[in-house]
Nanobody, 125 residues
Framework: QVQLVESGGGLVQAGGSLRLSCAAS????????MGWFRQAPGKERDFVAA????????VYADSVKGRFTISRVNAENTIYLQMNNLKPEDTAIYYC??????????????????WGQGTQVTVSS
């Protein structure tokens, strides 16, 4: 069982930056592929970024490529999402997710086993 707790959300002006964190409980954190997703009001939950267990491979949604960076520190059981040049359309609840998949990247909501409670990100224009 893995428990995930996100933090770091808030209100920021367009063009600003935020860094989200996701702390995981449990053992063998490096065997879990991790991802960030987001959900805006009235919309489906969408993929943002994912990182493999070892941290050497990442993948991003086209809408955030070049602006967001996902990373992980396995010794600290934590992943991060650095978000730069934020836009109003980035406003959403951001969720981190985990799945036991040591050597894979996962991009689909239904591929993940564990979810955090989410953290609100609001970007004003």
């Amino acid at each position: 069982q893995v428990q995930l707790v996100e933090s770091g959300g808030g209100l920021v002006q367009a063009g600003g930056s935020l860094r989200l964190s996701c702390a995981a409980s449990g053992r063998a954190f490096s065997t879990y592929a991790m991802g960030w997703f987001r959900q805006a009001p009235g919309k489906e939950r969408d993929f943002v970024a994912a990182i493999r267990g070892g941290g050497m491979s990442t993948v991003y949604a086209d809408s955030v490529k070049g602006r967001f960076t996902i990373s992980r520190v396995n010794a600290e059981n934590t992943i991060y999402l650095q978000m730069n040049n934020l836009k109003p359309e980035d406003t959403a609840i951001y969720y981190c997710a985990a799945v036991f998949a040591p050597y894979e990247l996962r991009k689909e909501v239904n591929e993940y086993q564990y979810w955090g409670q989410g953290t609100q990100v609001t970007v004003s224009s």
